[in-house]
């Protein structure tokens, strides 16, 4: 049996989880006795079964002196469901092959000390980044203490989101659109500014159908607290978090009356929320991937503060000129060496537009160097 063969495998069955395991990671197992697979299984949602729990209840006796193939370390401690290792013991397994160790603090190795003491052999780093990357925001919060950023923008070939009059309805097409929510779908929390939901009212949930009932958490960024107790956000259902610098006791009642958490950070010299510091929470809230869907200011001290990991970008065929509003604005001209560099990972035809994602390679570096996993 090929190893790498059977993990692209096992990373194309966990990547089926990409929607529905938030906060959990992806992870997939297959169980292979006498070259046959006998066993296999996904982890779908936080508190149900784990990839090897599934997979071993299908191999059933068929997973005595079987090979367990699985993209993550097993777990060895006792959670919403019981440690995976105990349940490979158990099954009598001879044989784990894995990708990566487990950045988790509460696993980091002890899994596989755990399948050694029982006897059983264990191979670890069969497509190692692969399955790192598949699992970045998971990665990046447990070994990093932040979750993975992924900032998306439309504009045009020009790199124009609006007209000058701030117009902007719609510049890319139905599919691009729809290619938007399968990203939304795979994040933990989308995040954006006051200023967009004051100019757009924006409901930022996920609307297809399929395995995307799991509605990611919203996040705004409003200082002054200024969100309308109206506005469609409130509205979509439970999941909305506002941080806000404002101590406007009533406001924070009425909003939070209607559903919604408000979280007042410490107060900065220029009165603007300290971005790191609102990432650094959502950490805290379990938060993997965290979207931004904002407008040219608040999109542009992300990238200006290098807080994004991530681009994805969509350009669709037409051109507003240069008064037309910029995708990116900074506080401060910027040298051609101060440049940000992003690594274009993939460009792909959506319908008529062009969907363009590139990664931040000191991040990149990062998920497969954190100091946590080996």
Request: charge should be negative.
């Amino acid at each position: 049996m090929n190893d790498k063969a059977m993990m692209h495998t096992v990373l194309e069955l966990a990547a089926q989880g990409a929607h529905t395991t938030q906060p959990n990671p992806r992870v997939g197992c297959i169980i292979v006795n006498d070259g046959e697979i006998v066993g296999q299984g996904y982890h779908h949602q936080a508190g149900e079964l784990h990839a090897e729990r599934l997979a071993l209840a299908e191999a059933g006796d068929r997973a005595r002196g079987a090979t367990a193939y699985v993209n993550l370390e097993p777990c060895c401690h006792q959670g919403r469901t019981p440690p995976c290792t105990d349940g490979l013991i158990d099954a009598g397994v001879t044989k784990v092959v894995a990708s990566m160790r487990d950045p988790n603090p509460r696993v980091s190795g002890s899994g596989f000390e755990l399948l050694k003491g029982a006897g059983i052999e264990v191979v670890n780093g069969v497509l190692n980044e692969q399955a790192i990357w598949l699992n970045r925001g998971f990665v990046s919060r447990m070994a990093n203490e932040k979750p993975w950023v992924i900032l998306k923008s439309a504009a045009t070939l020009d790199g124009r989101t609006a007209a000058f009059d701030g117009k902007s309805k719609w510049i890319t097409g139905e599919q691009a659109r729809t290619e938007v929510q399968t990203v939304r779908a795979g994040c933990s929390a989308i995040l954006t500014g006051i200023g967009t939901v004051l100019a757009d009212d924006p409901s930022l949930n996920v609307r297809i159908g399929g395995d995307t009932a799991r509605q990611p958490l919203r996040v705004i960024l409003d200082s002054n607290l200024q969100t309308p107790i109206d506005a469609k956000i409130i509205g979509v259902d439970q999941k909305l978090v506002i941080f806000t610098l404002s101590d406007d006791l009533e406001k924070m009642s009425a909003l939070i009356e209607l559903g919604a958490e408000v979280v007042q950070l410490k107060n900065t010299n220029d009165g603007r929320l300290e971005l790191s510091s609102v990432l650094d929470e959502l950490a805290k809230w379990q938060c993997n991937e965290v979207l931004i869907e904002a407008g040219q200011t608040l999109s542009g001290a992300f990238l200006q503060q290098g807080l994004v990991d991530e681009l994805v970008l969509f350009y669709a065929g037409s051109l507003l000129g240069d008064q037309g509003k910029s995708m990116f604005q900074f506080d401060q001209p910027l040298e051609f060496e101060q440049r940000a560099n992003f690594k274009i990972s993939s460009v792909s035809m959506v319908g008529e537009d062009v969907k363009v994602t590139a990664v931040n390679t000191d991040s990149v570096d990062s998920l497969t160097h954190p100091k946590s996993i080996n």
